[in-house]
Nanobody, 126 residues
Framework: VQLVESGGGLVQAGGSLRLSCASH????????VAWFRQAPGKEREEVSC????????FYADSVKGRFTISSDPAKTTVYLQMSSLKPEDTAVYYC????????????????????WGQGTQVTVSA
C-alpha cells in the first residue's frame, strides 16, 4: 500500500499547479483522501479533504475558492488543483488516506489517516 504524490514545483504568484496523489495497492473507494501541507518552521496544516464515500469536500479557509479537490472515476488518483497561488502557499504538500465507509461531516483529524505519501514541494515566488 503506497501513496505517491506528484505535480509540485516552482511557480510565480498567481499561477496554478495540479498535484496528484496516486494509490498503489488499493483504491480510494470508501476512503477519505486529504491534502496537508507543512511550511518551514510551521506546523502541519489541513488543506483539503474529499470523501470518496459521499463526495463531501472540505477546504481550509486559506484556500477556499482557489483550490479544488477531485478524484478520477476509478478512484485511484486524487487531485488538488491549485490556482491563484500565493507565496504563503509555499510548503511540502502531503496526501493522506483513511478508511471512512460512512461519509464525512467535517475534516477528520490527521490521526484518522493511516496512509501518507512522501510529500511534494510547492514553491510560489513573489
Amino acid at each position: 500500500v503506497q501513496l505517491v504524490e506528484s505535480g509540485g514545483g516552482l511557480v510565480q504568484a498567481g499561477g496554478s499547479l495540479r498535484l496528484s496523489c496516486a494509490s498503489h495497492g488499493f483504491t480510494f473507494e470508501t476512503h477519505a483522501v486529504a491534502w496537508f501541507r507543512q511550511a518551514p518552521g510551521k506546523e502541519r496544516e489541513e488543506v483539503s479533504c474529499l470523501s470518496n464515500t459521499d463526495g463531501n469536500r472540505f477546504y481550509a479557509d486559506s484556500v477556499k475558492g482557489r483550490f479544488t479537490i477531485s478524484s478520477d472515476p476509478a478512484k485511484t488518483t486524487v487531485y488538488l488543483q491549485m490556482s491563484s497561488l500565493k507565496p504563503e502557499d509555499t510548503a511540502v504538500y502531503y496526501c493522506a488516506a483513511g478508511h471512512e465507509p460512512y461519509g464525512l461531516v467535517a475534516f477528520p483529524p490527521a490521526n484518522d489517516f493511516h496512509f501518507w505519501g512522501q510529500g511534494t514541494q510547492v514553491t510560489v515566488s513573489a
